[in-house]
């Protein structure tokens, strides 16, 4: 591990983002999945130390820049979170497209990034402001219906939008920021539920994300929601792969034709501005517009000797 790692920090509709500029693993060469692969087996400490405390905190997702193996993308990320690793992150894109805006690595226009599941289209349309073209994304199952500890029967999609997704139309508890030690319980119980059921995305994947919706609190938007991530954070932001999950069910449903513009509030009030294009086997392709400002830059320092220069043990 090396001792000192360049980072900048962002946040996307107050969900942050922590790019790794310098001080990553050598990944070596080839298909990104592959290297993938040898930052979980082998240098997940690196993935700890980043993103456990002391340096780090739940709600962080980390981006790795990689060289891409597909040579019509500009670059590749691996996104990691506080339990393990993202095929994509649509807030973490934003706040790459700003941090690299920042540092001078990209000026105003498109760059193609390669991510695990999929290249995404990144536009980045001013200091603060991209759009993300996101991969395919599509509802897989309509109206499961799920029973949840203490909350009886509630019905839900499931929707892959970059990662897999349980949207509840309705939740059952009102989407309130003084509600949110509540949510994410409910969130935490529906997981277990789906888990108990064995209801699974396509390919017996995991479900890890759950979001919840209801009634916007602002006119401007047409929907809030309250996304729980896979380590138990919750999503500051609307979540893009999230609000992606939302646009392919929407779709799916006849409630949104393509290009018109779908407005998604968060829990803590910030907006994403989406809509989709139709592509291959019933699938949309969501862009999700949002803004990332840096709130820090800086290195993570690692001295030899410190006990949690990997973060805290898990049983802490
Ligand atoms: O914006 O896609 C997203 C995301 C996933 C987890 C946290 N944010």
Known sequence: MKNKIKYLDSHTGGEPTRVILEGGPDL???????RAERLRLHFDGFRRSVIEEPRGWDALVGALLCKPYDPSCETGVL??????YLGMCGHGTIGLAVTLKSIGAINPGVFRLETTVGVVEVELLDDHRAAVRNVPSRRYRKGVNLRVAGYGTLQGDVAWGGNWFFVVKQSPLPLERKGIRELTELSLRIRAALEREGITGEG????????????????????????????GAFDRSPCGTGTSA???CLAADGLLEPGDTWVQE??????????????????????IVGSAYETARGELLFAEQDPFAKGFPKDL
């Open 28 to 34: 070596g060469s080839g298909p990104l999945s592959e």
């Open 204 to 231: 017996e994947a995991r479900i890890d994300h759950i979001e919840l919706c209801g009634p916007p609190s602002t006119e401007v938007a047409d929907e809030k929601n309250f996304v729980l991530c896979p380590g």
């Open 79 to 84: 996104f990691f979170n506080n339990v393990g």
């Open 266 to 287: 968060s829990i803590v009030g910030s907006l994403f501005e989406a809509s989709y294009e139709y592509c291959e086997e019933s699938s949309v392709l969501p862009t």
């Open 246 to 248: 939302k646009l392919a």
